[in-house]
């Protein structure tokens, strides 16, 4: 009778061994797929944005002090031109983009020379994309790293077809 208890004992600490490790799996798999959802809640789908707007400024424009709010190059409305994009073909590239960018560890140097917000076509929050000429961006307030390929796409954009001319303000025009 003794042995068939121990044998009993033996069985019950691998059940429960069995059941821990069961247990430990469960939550690791858990934390690696609520990770990954966690990440992914913050991307954007091109297929639900509606247009995007965007203010920018000239490049070679300086400014006493460094451009940090978004809502100064909006309002800088002498030297700032704006544009509506809706071709589909920009919107996804730009998105793509913007899904890439990293979130900057430490705090940069920046000059905002941009400001583009992302305008769904159902009632979701606008998205705000601020971004200075030397690739470091400010998303929904917090600073991102972008790289070559988006203001190589942000010069082709906005940039490419202006001349010196169209930045000078009308009333030097006259």
């Known amino acids: ?96 983009a913007v899904n890439k960018l990293k979130v900057l560890k430490k705090d940069l140097n920046y000059d905002l020379r941009i400001t583009s917000l992302i305008v769904f076509k159902e009632n979701r929050e606008k998205v705000p994309v601020c971004i200075s000429l030397n690739g470091v961006i400010l998303k929904n307030d917090t600073l991102m790293k972008g790289d070559k390929h988006m203001l190589k796409l942000i010069d082709a954009i906005l940039y490419k077809h202006h001349k010196v001319e169209d930045w000078t303000p009308d009333f030097m025009k006259e």
Do not use: Q
């Open 1 to 96: 009778m003794k042995l068939k208890r121990k044998n009993m004992k033996i069985t019950e600490n691998v059940g429960y061994l069995n059941r821990l490790f069961l247990y430990g799996m469960f939550c690791a798999l858990f934390s690696l797929v609520g990770t990954s959802c966690s990440t992914t809640k913050n991307l954007i789908d091109a297929n639900d944005i509606d247009y995007i707007k965007f203010w920018y400024m000239p490049k070679w424009i300086r400014t006493p002090t460094p451009i940090r709010d978004c809502a100064d190059i909006v309002y800088a409305t002498c030297v700032a031109k704006d544009s509506v994009i809706m071709d589909r073909k920009i919107i996804r590239e730009y998105v793509e």
